[in-house]
């Protein structure tokens, strides 16, 4: 253990957390290695054969993903309609423009951040919708059903905010960002100000109207408003362009507050906001962004007792319309507290998010579902480890089920301190990442999926399951029909306690049946076939069951575990077919009335294998996602 570490999570002395605009995964990482990015082979397909990645266009073109450095911005058409939840609709919604996405060149600043500490390929934005409720979220734990960018900086908002809570806690914080502007709601969309993305001006508990100079909220140092830099807006001081000078200034209270000796030291959690050029909003640049980030890790790295007890968050509000391919986690019709009416809030695409600590060194890869509220589920893990305990009461049961709280993704026990060394944002070049170079978090749950037939009935039942994790982790499941119904979406939410069944009737479709379920972390179930009459035992009749076998000790690792029937009269031929990581192509014939058990192998847990019978063309099962690997010795 290196010297000044307990080798837990009191070794965490300051969360820094910076919010950046309206950028999608797949935009930014989506060839970054490791992640489900382009080379995703368990994404979504469509029933005409094409995947995720092949967008019609309203002509029916087909658009897919292209380089393009430009910046530029999207339509937000798909905010507020359901049935872009089919994840078909991205190019109607918002352009052709929305699938291109940023070179490895000119990403090399993020990939080198990434490939030396941590990126979540699961970290999803809390609403589908625009900046202002998601970065509510942020700060709130919800948008209270707001849907819109509305009533910039009015103070408004009745509900508690984090930052409130924190004070009556007794944990130090503060908000640092440039006041530059005019007045209660004159923020300014330049190289300084805040953009309007301060949203703790939006909360009526930081309203300065009516105090007096000497209130306790304006006090340096412990007042709440002053912690949250929620004055009205003061002036311009800073100079007003993309100069170092203009970073050191819009910067500067953060810069000082890492000094040794600061007059008012950098608190246990801080939170940053960006002037609009320097964020990253489209048509604002990537480069700038970078060049603001950089400057932030500059600063922390500055001093080393921060730096080394550190954990630098950096993640991103909306994605602005820009492609992402991976599901997000759908709500149920009528779960409480997040649907505006018929449309369900959250989940919203992926967004980046980059964890840089020494528990999060070396090139991870966290797949638990997070979204903003998750940053909010640390701090209070990390405050209760304090001593300090709050609970956010605006995070929804369901929401507090289906996101993580970022643990999953920092190792503590092992921590990496020291400097690091950051490339220069302004020289586009790629980073030499190789493509086994990042290291998958391994997770202590793991979803499934197994198949029924009820040949009386004529029906075929899915039960979807989920093993592990913590006490009333869920996780979202998605059903679509691949043939003989209409394509749609059907949400399930899964729970340890409360497995969920998705049925099929066969007599509406002549005894045939073909759909999929996807879920976290590349999950895919596809179960495709003919439901025999009952009692028919003619020719050769196959049935699989699988199981998920986690590995135990440090030699013997996950498995699939396929247990191949046979109940008709003739023999079947199974082929198990490797669609994806370890295992080769492997025949079994059964004979009449017996079974045989298949082993496959995982690679890290990961599986995807393709099961296919010589007997009924139209008979196929495919299982792909990840064994639990979590506590394995």
């Not at 493509?435 to 391994?442: E, L, T």
Request: proline share 7%.
């Amino acid at each position: 253990m290196p010297k000044g570490y307990r080798g837990n999570i009191s070794d965490l002395k300051h969360v820094v957390i910076l919010m950046q605009e309206n950028r999608s995964l797949d935009h930014y990482f989506g060839t970054f290695p490791g992640i489900r990015g382009f080379n995703d082979k368990q994404a979504l397909r469509f029933q005409d054969g094409t995947t995720v990645f092949q967008q019609k266009d309203g002509d029916g073109n087909i658009v897919t993903p292209q380089v393009d450095d430009g910046a530029w911005g999207n339509d937000h058409g798909a905010w507020g309609d359901t049935d872009h939840r089919k994840w078909d609709l991205w190019v109607q919604h918002s352009g052709a423009s929305c699938m291109n996405y940023h070179s490895d060149a000119y990403m090399g600043f993020y990939h080198s951040v990434a490939a030396q500490y941590s990126v979540a390929d699961q970290n999803f934005c809390s609403e589908f919708g625009p900046t202002d409720p998601n970065r509510k979220y942020l700060w709130s734990g919800t948008a209270n059903t707001e849907t819109g960018n509305t009533d910039e900086s009015s103070y408004s908002r009745p509900w508690i905010t984090v930052p409130e809570q924190l004070q009556q806690a007794g944990i130090d914080w503060r908000l640092y960002s440039d006041n530059s502007g005019n007045g209660r709601q004159g923020y300014i969309s330049s190289w300084v100000g805040d953009y309007g993305d301060n949203e703790l001006k939006y909360f009526k508990g930081f309203d300065p109207e009516g105090l007096s100079a000497d209130d306790p909220k304006l006090r340096p140092g412990t007042g709440l408003i002053w912690r949250g830099n929620a004055m009205y807006y003061s002036g311009t001081t800073s100079p007003e362009d993309d100069s170092e000078a203009n970073l050191d200034a819009v910067l500067k209270n953060l810069q000082d507050a890492c000094r040794p000796g600061a007059e008012h030291p950098l608190p246990a959690v801080s939170w940053i906001v960006a002037p609009y050029n320097w964020c990253e909003h489209p048509g604002a640049d990537t480069l700038h962004g970078e060049r603001y980030v950089k400057k932030v890790l500059d600063i922390l790295q500055g001093n080393p007792d921060i730096w080394d007890h550190t954990l630098f968050i950096l993640n991103y509000d909306e994605n602005d319309g820009k492609f992402d391919h991976v599901l997000p986690p759908w709500p149920e019709p009528g779960t409480a507290r997040e649907y505006a009416g018929d449309y369900p809030l959250g989940f919203g695409p992926r967004v980046p998010m980059l964890l840089v600590s020494p528990w999060s060194r070396g090139g991870y890869v966290a797949s638990e579902v997070f979204d903003h509220t998750s940053t909010i589920k640390f701090l209070e893990t990390w405050a209760a480890h304090l001593g300090k305990p709050f609970r956010c009461p605006n995070i929804s049961d369901w929401r507090r089920s289906i996101a993580g709280d970022l643990t999953s993704a920092l190792d503590f026990t092992h921590p990496q301190p020291g400097p690091a060394a950051f490339p220069d944002p302004r020289v586009e070049r790629s980073q030499p990442i190789a493509a086994d170079h990042m290291k998958p978090r391994p997770l202590s749950f793991h979803p499934h999926a197994t198949i029924s037939e009820d040949r009386a009935s004529g029906t075929v039942t899915a039960r979807m399951t989920l093993a592990g994790g913590p006490k009333d982790k869920a996780l979202s499941f998605q059903v679509f029909p691949d043939k003989y119904r209409a394509f749609s979406n059907t949400p399930y939410t899964v729970t340890a306690r409360k497995p969920r069944d998705y049925t099929w009737d066969t007599k509406a479709t002549d005894g045939k049946y073909a759909f999929s379920i996807y879920s976290n972390d590349g999950f895919v179930r596809s179960f495709a076939g003919q439901v025999a009459s009952a009692g028919s035992r003619h020719g050769g009749l196959p049935r699989a069951e699988a199981d998920l076998l986690k590995g135990q000790g440090v030699k013997h690792e996950a498995q699939v575990k396929l247990t191949l029937h046979n109940d008709g009269t003739k023999p079947v031929t199974y082929t198990l077919t490797a669609h994806d990581y370890l295992g080769r192509t492997q025949k079994v014939t059964v004979a009449h009335g017996r079974t045989k058990v298949v082993m496959r192998p995982t690679q890290e847990g990961r599986y995807d294998v393709v099961v296919t019978v010589d007997t009924d063309t139209t008979w196929t099962q495919r299982y792909a996602g990840r064994v639990a690997t979590a506590g394995k010795r």
